[in-house]
């Protein structure tokens, strides 16, 4: 199993650890889900509008599950409280000095994809891989990589492949989606807005991914310029 430590340590002297534990294909992902989970997880209380699930045989809402524990240590914090963030994978440690909802919105990142929310699966690839604290250029190299070796691994199996980028656009509209309504779950969870502004963190992302797409392939198109290596 690999591990990633998320530890947060403010002026003041609060510290908090969040462990995520997965293996390598992602069949068994393990951090913390409280039992009894609050009323604002409930797949009907502000359920997202491209929701698969159906409140008749899913009462859970996965994604809101997977963010209760977070939730709850981030009611300890300021959303711009600055924290001493160190992250531990098994590949490197990452220090930095970020906002707590920067270090909030990065674990979000991570939990997220492997919370079991149909709609955020897609980004499992890129949770396995984890980057923390990902800069918006470095996240938008990641995420077309990611979609082209998807439709490489698509081509493979016979299916139709797009020699575009409107699938990825489509993408991140259904999952802006998703952030919107956990952004309304998240407000009535609680008063401190370290975690719901961690979201609008994620979200601005998706929202500004056309421009992004559109300034990043040029530059990425540049780097492979220099013909046959």
Sequence with gaps: ??????????????EETVKV???????????AVPEDLPQWTDLGT???????????????????????DLVHRSEK???FEEVELEVITSDRV?????????AFSSLMGLILPLSGCPRLEVFKPMARFHLPLASDDETMYRT???YAMRQLFRAEQGFEIEADLKGLLEMYAEVNKVNVALNARLSRATENNATSNAI??????AAALPALIDKSVGEIKALFSGGAA
């Design 200 to 205: 609008v963190v994620l979200g601005s992302f």
């Design 77 to 79: 914090m300021s959303s």
């Design 1 to 14: 199993m690999r591990e990633i430590q998320y530890h947060m340590t403010t002026p003041s002297g609060l």
């Design 144 to 146: 077309i990589s990611m």
């Design 46 to 68: 502000h359920q997202c509008p491209n929701c698969p699930f159906q409140v008749d045989y899913v009462r859970t809402c996965p994604a809101a599950a997977s963010l209760v």
């Design 94 to 102: 990452v220090k930095q000095t970020v906002s707590a909802q920067r």
């Design 21 to 31: 534990l997965f293996d390598d294909e992602l069949k068994t992902v393990q951090y």
